[in-house]
């Protein structure tokens, strides 16, 4: 099978060209390797670079390719050889068309040559040997592509008639009309001399087979464009790119009567903005007549240019208000305004950044979006530089350009002194500061009984010593911690004649247990303790006492030790009338010294005045 190819030894054959060129020349077609087929492949899809499956893997086995079923650049390369050998447009997808070529070449019995893209051939009689080529690496005999590389492998083979081959390009297709002002509906017609296809686009950009082709959707323009065109044949190279700018003309304006004389046609402004038109108005007037038009853009527009045709072209592109001209043929000028657009900066000063677009580009009276004012941690928002105090907005409304910065403050924290059950406050009860600094502590309360110790992070002291050095990153209360005071308690013997107490110091509120009574008083013995010395007993001996706020004085209470008859009264004499009764104290025990009182009784009923230890009997 012969590969096409361009020879590396292209001065040699092209000297045999020109000297054997008088024997003839003809047009050829080539035979291509066909297809293998002894595995059949059903393909169910179009296939394109950055698929994989079972189908790639069959295609890649068809072509003499590595078949590791990713359609990859070096199985596009194959597809777009077997398109160009099958007049097919080598675009490196295997669609429909790819597809249907496949089968036939694959089925086609063995003597049926297949077909390939024309070449000029210019036989030439023997030659002499030329030197063969050495084969690159990866590319041996019978391989269309280089096992390593991927790229086509190119090789000459020794032949008795060598053939040059030429590669045709399709012709840079043409445009009727050929540019220019037009009149609105004229529809413009596309051409290649023996192209396939021609594909075209209206927004400036490029064209490829992908773009509008031009028999499936009518080329008439309803407004001033650019056209640019790629004409396609199978077998030749793609055509240049034709490039074409139009610009729609008005009809004309036929007078009433049938009189023609040149009309100035002022459109609607076109654009996202609005204006109106001053000087000259639309309308027909005789020929060279001055005409002059301004554009005046509305208060949210700017004008920008003029579309213009006719004698009024000079204008068209120009941003000069008033248009001015002399008017010799109909003509149309239509002004562009745009909206005016004004841009909203939004920057964060230190310590802090902006959440949200910025800048932002707004039409005139409308609204930006939201941004955001957003402090770093420990510090906070305090105003825009607009004197906008909330951290969110939303600009609404713009007529103008708007830069404004936001501004950030370090976070403030309040430290409260709680006196904890002080009798005065501290002197302040609180400090204010900035984040993770340290206050002044305040003059410390004070409390009766108790000295000051210092400040607790827990009113029970069990929490972290607050002081000047500690540093404060959030609001805090800190309470008091006190030192009882410690006083002397006395015992006083209070008439005693003997013995004595040991004194005791007990702190402010401690409860602790009395000393014994070591005090001692004859006769009597120890009642209790009194606060006073005529009080009556208010703490036993031994008893638990919680001390006050000073120094105490107890004393002691004493009781005597009640009598006790060892032997009773006698009374002696006789009972009669006018005789003397005398009765004996008897025998008594106890303390303190007893003394006696009489009462004499009748029966059980006291008689008057009998109160000695003697008594007269008197008759009743």
Same mark, same amino acid.
């Given at each position: ?8 030894? @292209? ?6 060209? #020109? ?7 003809? =047009? ?7 297809v293998? /087929? ?11 670079i ?6 790639i ?5 068809s072509?003499?390719?590595i ?27 295997f ?10 070449v +694959?089925?086609a019995?063995?003597? *049926?040559?297949?077909i ?9 009689p ?13 590319? *041996?005999?019978?391989?269309? #592509?280089?096992? %390593?590389?991927?790229e ?13 081959? =030429? ?6 297709p ?16 596309i051409?290649? @001399?023996g192209?396939?296809?021609i ?11 992908s !773009? ?13 464009v ?7 044949? $199978?077998?030749?190279?793609n055509?240049?790119?034709?490039t ?11 007078q ?8 100035l ?10 204006g109106?038109?001053?000087g000259?108005?639309?309308?027909? =007037?005789a ?5 002059s038009?301004? +554009? ?9 240019s ?17 248009c ?12 562009v ?20 677009? @910025? ?7 409308t !609204?930006?979006t939201?941004?955001? *004012? ?12 607009? /004197?906008?105090d ?7 409304n713009?007529?103008e ?7 950030? /403050? ?8 709680n ?32 000295? #000051? !110790?210092?400040?607790?992070?827990l +009113? ?36 005693? %004649?003997?013995?004595s107490?040991? /004194? ?14 070591? =005090? ?8 209790g ?13 031994? $008893? ?19 009598p006790?008859?060892?032997? +009773?009264?006698?009374?002696s004499?006789t009972?009669e ?13 106890? @303390? ?19 109160? %000695?230890?003697?008594?007269?009997i008197?008759?009743?």
């Amino acid at each position: 099978m012969k590969k096409e190819k361009k020879t590396k030894t @292209s001065k040699a054959l092209l000297g045999l060209f #020109f000297s054997f060129l008088f024997l003839f020349l003809s =047009f050829s077609f080539l035979p291509i390797k066909k297809v293998q /087929a002894d595995i059949p492949c059903v393909f169910t899809s179009t296939l394109k670079i950055g698929q994989r499956g079972e189908e790639i893997k069959c295609l890649q086995d068809s072509l003499n390719i590595i078949a590791d079923g990713i359609f990859g650049r070096k199985t596009k390369a194959a597809v777009i050889l077997f398109q160009k050998e099958n007049d097919l447009v080598p675009d490196g997808i295997f669609g429909p068309i790819s597809r249907t070529a496949f089968v036939t070449v +694959a089925l086609a019995p063995a003597s *049926a040559p297949v077909i390939l893209s024309p070449v000029v051939t210019i036989p030439v009689p023997p030659a002499p040997v030329l030197e063969t080529p050495s084969l690159a690496e990866g590319c *041996a005999p019978g391989n269309l #592509f280089n096992t %390593n590389t991927g790229e086509p492998c190119s090789s000459i083979e020794t032949e008795v008639s060598p053939e040059i081959v =030429f590669t045709l390009t399709q012709t840079t297709p043409t445009f009727s009309p050929t540019g220019g002002t037009i009149n609105s509906g004229t529809p413009i017609i596309i051409s290649s @001399s023996g192209a396939d296809a021609i594909y075209y686009t209206t927004d400036g950009s490029e064209p490829t087979v992908s !773009s509008l082709r031009q028999e499936e959707v009518p080329l008439v323009l309803t407004s001033n464009v650019t056209i640019k065109a790629l004409a396609v044949k $199978a077998g030749y190279q793609n055509s240049a790119i034709g490039t074409k700018s139009y610009l729609l003309s008005p009809p004309p304006v036929i007078q009433v009567g049938g009189s023609h004389s040149p009309a100035l046609s002022l459109p609607t402004s076109t654009g996202n903005g609005s204006g109106t038109y001053g000087g000259t108005e639309a309308g027909s =007037f005789a020929s060279n007549t001055s005409i002059s038009v301004s +554009a005046t853009p509305d208060i949210s527009s700017v004008f920008t240019s003029w579309t213009a045709t006719g004698a009024a072209i000079d204008c068209h592109g120009s941003a000069i208000s008033p248009c001015a001209f002399s008017l010799t043929r109909n003509s149309s000028l239509t002004a562009v305004y745009t909206l005016k657009t004004f841009t909203l900066t939004y920057t964060a000063g230190a310590n802090g950044s902006i959440v949200g677009t @910025s800048p932002q580009t707004v039409n005139y009276n409308t !609204s930006g979006t939201l941004v955001t *004012a957003t402090p770093d941690a420990h510090y906070h928002f305090t105003t825009w530089s607009d /004197a906008v105090d909330t951290a969110i907005r939303t600009d609404t409304n713009v007529t103008e350009n708007l830069s404004v910065s936001a501004s950030f /403050a370090i976070d403030t924290h309040t430290v409260t002194f709680n006196k904890n059950g002080g009798t005065t406050e501290a002197d302040p009860t609180t400090r204010t500061t900035d984040y993770n600094t340290t206050v002044t502590l305040p003059s410390a309360p004070t409390r009766t009984g108790y000295t #000051f !110790s210092s400040w607790n992070t827990l +009113a029970n002291g069990s929490g972290s010593l607050f002081d000047a050095t500690t540093a404060v990153i959030a609001d805090i209360t800190v309470y008091a911690l006190w030192t009882a005071d410690d006083h002397t308690l006395t015992f006083d013997g209070n008439t005693s %004649n003997g013995g004595s107490t040991a /004194a005791q110091t007990i702190a402010t509120d401690v409860t602790t247990t009395l000393n014994a009574n070591g =005090f001692t008083k004859t006769g009597y013995s120890f009642a209790g303790w009194a606060t006073t010395a005529e009080g009556d007993v208010s703490y036993l001996d031994e $008893a638990s006492y919680t001390m006050g706020i000073g120094d105490v004085t107890l004393y002691a209470k004493w009781t005597g030790t009640p009598p006790v008859n060892t032997e +009773a009264p006698v009374v002696s004499g006789t009972t009669e009338v006018g005789e003397t009764l005398t009765t004996t104290d008897g025998t008594w025990t106890g @303390s303190p010294t007893i003394s006696y009182t009489y009462q004499w009784q009748h029966g059980t009923t006291n008689i008057d005045g009998a109160t %000695n230890s003697t008594y007269v009997i008197e008759a009743a």
